[in-house]
DNA sequence: CTGTTAGCGCTTTCAT
DNA sequence: ATGAAAGCGCTAACAG
């Protein structure tokens, strides 16, 4: 008979105490007391959960009756302190109310979760700086890191490196990653967007858009490209973000002033391209006749709205998918061959409907 | 001069041997490390993180000093355990993907940030009981909990109850709340749309969407609003989930072979809604004058598609933000007056564009 | 204001 | 296959 454990010292027997007086709930069930009531250590109870193959099955069936009587839920803040893996995935999203973020990181928690594994979540914001936030995510001990973006500071690379744990750089392809990366260029994004107008016979060509990190560098290139096929600079226009409908109307509403023919015009976003259409239409432009719109970021209603709407189209799922896969990878101590994943993009045109 | 500490014992001093070989970080910088550099004792390192004002001026530079040379990341982990808060809430709710869910959820986060608290997400799928996500949940020991509707098993409301911590039940106000509820009744949205529609003079009311929890709800309501007028019984479509606007023209062409007048169409989604008004105007029915359809969710765009769409509107970040301050006036102790809130819905008519 | 002591609940390591 | 000891890094409680 398997007796004491360190599990009766000075402190837990307050709780037995008062736990005897009534039903057996003051404060939190622990392992010990699953223990006491199987009948065995507490190390065996614990193996019993993490590794139910090392345990005898006699013991086994009496702890999980315990367990069930005791209604007992694993601290895995204990846990993680004392075995240094947490089962937690840090994510930094600019934004949830994108699809291009929410639908990715439902994927992400989707895989991970699969595998034992939970997300802690971080919104960073399109303007502030997230050193903040990766200190914050940090302190929770991760097993990995799912952040968005390429660019990031010193100090952040630094103290993510630190921690020797898989870090996957989400969206954006720009810059070489600090460990592992899936997304897509923005640069070839504005470049493709270029060619696509510019081969449709477009002039006039107008980027509108909240500038946001990865916006800009669609901006630019959409921009070089312009140059680069020898048209002349396109206008671009700054709006605030969140972007909405509205500010899509407005934005063109502006520009519409300045007397527009066969323009086209680059939206960072479906609502505000949406917008553009709608104002176009108002002041009798017919699209994409006289003015050609590009949306970005594939909010799926674009494939029907009334007014035809082209679009970038992003596989969300896939970059979500993908970044789990490649954490998860990490965490099981498989070499990860393709550091990098391009999930690419689409250009999709669409008809009146 | 303060010596010792519990600070250099067997285990630590490998890590210091280390340290001294080369750069200071060998595993993670700790508390100790810091109050060894700064020449305090380690309570003096943690007091001057967490109340700085009960550490003298003096000692809190040099602490300040020794965390930026050490690069010191707090570990919460460790603190959560000692002292049995977190600053951790878990979040579980159905989807991200849908802005109901996602809008609330960013404000519920922006708002806890602002206060030091982290959000543990938990995605739970329409369909899955959520009891294991809400024990995965509590395994973090969150200080407080925000749960997607008011129904939920007993096995759950037992567990969470005897967590004695803040329990916050959101969208949905069906039945009396576990511990706080925000939201609003959906049942009032089944039934007031219902009346909106017989108001304006329709017939052949008919139900369109996937039925998860909350959509029976407003189903329901809608149903029986309809009997109680005196009308013929609604029909009711069933669809997948996610609902898309795909699902909507296919459910509306099937309706359409059992030739339709004046029929109006309830919606669970606004994807559905505009589906079905795209499948109808394809067929030959006017929108708004043969067939009406209200939609769910307003998902912004309706005000401005140019099919119209007359949507039912919710306050998303209201429910975020309330259910927020919920938790935290709980976490501060004071007394919640209000444990019940409705934010109430809009029925948003829209005229074609 | 600051230091000491004693754990938080779990897992590691080493015995057996 | 199972148990005992020894912490993980931090903070509560008390002493000074």
Redesign the pocket.
């Known amino acids: 008979?398997?007796?004491?454990?360190?599990?009766g010292?000075?402190?837990?027997s307050r709780?037995r105490d008062a736990a005897r007086a009534g039903r057996l709930s003051t404060?939190?069930?622990?392992?010990?007391?699953?223990?006491k009531v199987a009948?065995?250590?507490?190390?065996?109870?614990?193996?019993?959960?993490?590794r139910p193959?090392?345990?005898?099955p006699?013991?086994?069936e009496a702890v999980r009756a315990a367990i069930a009587e005791t209604g007992?839920?694993?601290?895995?803040?204990?846990?993680?302190?004392?075995?240094?893996?947490t089962k937690l995935i840090g994510a930094i999203v600019p934004t949830l109310t994108h699809m291009l973020f929410s639908g990715s990181i439902e994927a992400f928690n989707s895989r991970l979760s699969e595998e034992g594994y939970q997300v802690l979540l971080g919104v960073s914001g399109y303007k502030q700086a997230d050193d903040n936030l990766v200190r914050t995510i940090l302190s929770r001990c991760p097993d990995g890191v799912l952040l968005t973006g390429t660019c990031h500071s010193d100090e952040v690379r630094r103290q993510l490196l630190a921690q020797d744990i898989p870090i996957v750089e989400g969206w954006d392809l720009s810059r070489p990653p600090i460990d592992m990366a899936v997304g897509f260029s923005h640069a070839a994004v504005g470049r493709d967007v270029a060619r696509f107008l510019i081969r449709r016979g477009y002039e006039n060509p107008i980027v509108i858009g909240a500038q946001d990190e990865r916006a800009i560098l669609r901006r630019d290139a959409f921009l070089a490209e312009i140059i680069a096929c020898g048209l002349d600079a396109a206008l671009s226009v700054d709006t605030q973000s969140p972007s909405t409908l509205e500010m899509g109307r407005e934005s063109f509403a502006r520009l519409a002033e300045q007397g527009l023919s066969r323009a086209a015009v680059f939206c960072n976003s479906d609502w505000l391209a949406h917008g553009v259409i709608i104002e176009a239409l108002a002041r009798g432009f017919r699209v994409p006749e006289d003015i050609a719109v590009v949306g970005f970021g594939n909010l799926d209603f674009a494939a029907y709205s009334s007014p035809s709407l082209t679009s970038v189209r992003i596989d969300r799922a896939a970059i979500g998918l993908h970044a789990a896969n490649m954490c998860l990878a990490r965490l099981k101590g498989e070499e990860v061959r393709e550091k990098v994943i391009d999930v690419g993009f689409d250009i999709v045109e669409r008809q009146s409907a």
């Open positions: 008979m398997p007796a004491s454990d360190n599990n010292k000075k402190k837990t709780k404060g939190r069930v622990t392992l010990s007391d699953v223990a009948g065995v250590s507490s190390m065996t109870v614990s193996r019993a959960i993490n193959d090392s345990v005898k006699q013991a086994l007992y839920v694993p601290n895995m803040l204990a846990g993680g302190l004392a075995s240094n893996r």
